[in-house]
T-cell receptor, first 114, second 116 residues
Framework: NAGVTQTPKFRVLKTGQSMTLLCAQD?????MYWYRQDPGMGLRLIHY???????AKGEVPDGYNVSRLKKQNFLLGLESAAPSQTSVYFC?????????????FGEGSRLTVL | AQSVTQLDSQVPVFEEAPVELRCNYS??????LFWYVQYPNQGLQLLLK??????LVKGINGFEAEFNKSQTSFHLRKPSVHISDTAEYFC??????????????FGTGTQLKVEL
């Protein structure tokens, strides 16, 4: 019963370094999402995907890139990390569009950029 | 544009007391409304949702919420809370975004702290 798995769970980066967060889901869901959670700001959508090979921008996409080469995986990349990207990142998936379907979340990846 | 306002950032309550977590929304289209719960160091999980039909929605763990269109509210209630209900609760509204597709907008969260 893995559900949605995120790796790594914790990471510390220096400004300018790059990294990739991996999200894997085993529920055969079409839709996948990346959110960031910051104190007092709730969750904000970074990028999302409505199916294998497709991606789209959310409300805060700048500084991030994503890829969905396989249906079960959704990668979030930071090419040149900045302190403003210090946050907790959540991946989610759903079998239906987010407006009607239940989202299943991973446990989060805590990223600190120094 | 759509938005969600959670009026209380923190709500302390004693065990076995009732609780209400407030949520107001704005949207120019028909809405779907959700409450998610986040336990410490975990991801969010769906508590309940309103898509259509009865305005009183029952969810997991004894929670319920009432959709009030005239007051644009979707408050979450539980008649008697338990220590294990200590968590952060997020209200969310869905709607159409520019360019098509749909988007789920989350509120800023309400931290419920249940005390003995």
């Amino acid at each position: 019963n893995a559900g949605v798995t995120q790796t790594p769970k914790f990471r510390v980066l220096k400004t300018g370094q790059s990294m990739t967060l991996l999200c894997a889901q085993d529920m055969n869901h079409e839709y996948m999402y990346w959110y960031r959670q910051d104190p007092g700001m709730g969750l904000r959508l970074i990028h999302y995907s409505v199916g294998e090979g497709t991606t789209a921008k959310g409300e805060v996409p700048d500084g991030y890139n994503v890829s969905r080469l396989k249906k079960q995986n959704f990668l979030l990349g930071l090419e040149s990390a900045a302190p403003s990207q210090t946050s907790v990142y959540f991946c989610a998936s759903s079998s239906r569009p987010s407006n009607t379907g239940e989202l299943f979340f991973g446990e989060g990846s805590r990223l600190t950029v120094l | 544009a759509q938005s969600v306002t959670q009026l209380d950032s923190q709500v302390p309550v004693f065990e076995e007391a009732p609780v209400e977590l407030r949520c107001n929304y704005s949207s120019s289209v028909s809405v779907y409304l959700f409450w998610y719960v986040q336990y410490p160091n975990q991801g969010l999980q769906l508590l309940l949702k309103y898509l259509s039909g009865s305005t009183l929605v029952k969810g997991i763990n004894g929670f319920e919420a009432e959709f009030n269109k005239s007051q644009t509210s979707f408050h979450l209630r539980k008649p008697s809370v338990h220590i294990s209900d200590t968590a952060e609760y997020f209200c969310a509204v869905s709607g159409v975004v520019t360019g098509g597709g749909n988007k789920l907008t989350f509120g800023t969260g309400t931290q419920l702290k249940v005390e003995l």
